[in-house]
């Protein structure tokens, strides 16, 4: 099941008094190699992202700044994750369909991508998505 394979995966934090540091490495610290990043930022109270799902790309979500959820749905169970920690990543796979809302005055969402942007890897009907989950 896709969701099982969705987890928070806890990233390296060198502490300091001058100021924490957190390192993610491709293939290291998660499950693929980094192609793309792209940010949310300057989302205004009330609005929500994402609402589609991806047939092959991986990612990991991280709050980098305050806070927001994340819906999680594989077509069979559903799952709010909340994230507020920059060195707290939400490892989602392929095939899940992603809400994002809850957004904190001043939030940044960073996204590592295992791919470059592509529109056609995007379902963007849930009805669409459904289509291709497995029945079993
Ligand atoms: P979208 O993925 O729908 O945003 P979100 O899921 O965060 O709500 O993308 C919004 C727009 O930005 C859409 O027109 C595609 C474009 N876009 C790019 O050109 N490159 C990218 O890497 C991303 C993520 C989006």
């Known amino acids: 099941m896709p969701l099982e394979d969705v987890r928070l995966i806890d990233l390296p934090k060198i502490a300091d008094p001058r100021g924490n540091l957190t390192f993610i490495e491709g293939h290291r610290h998660i499950p693929f190699d980094i192609q793309r990043v792209y940010y949310l930022y300057d989302v205004p109270g009330g ?3 994402g609402g589609h799902a991806h047939k092959a790309l991986h990612q990991l979500i991280i709050a980098m700044s305050g806070s927001f ?3 999680l ?3 069979k169970d559903q799952k709010r994750i909340h994230l507020n920690r920059s060195y707290v990543g939400l490892y989602v796979c392929p ?3 992603r809400e ?4 904190s005055s001043g939030s940044v969402c960073m996204v590592l991508a295992s791919n470059v942007y592509d529109e056609s890897d995007y379902y963007r009907d849930y009805t669409e998505f459904l289509k291709d989950i497995p029945t079993t």
Do not use: P
């Open 95 to 97: 095939m899940i369909w």
């Open 100 to 103: 994002l809302d809850n957004f």
């Open 47 to 49: 609005a929500e992202r």
């Open 69 to 71: 959820d994340v819906v």
């Open 73 to 75: 749905n594989d077509g």
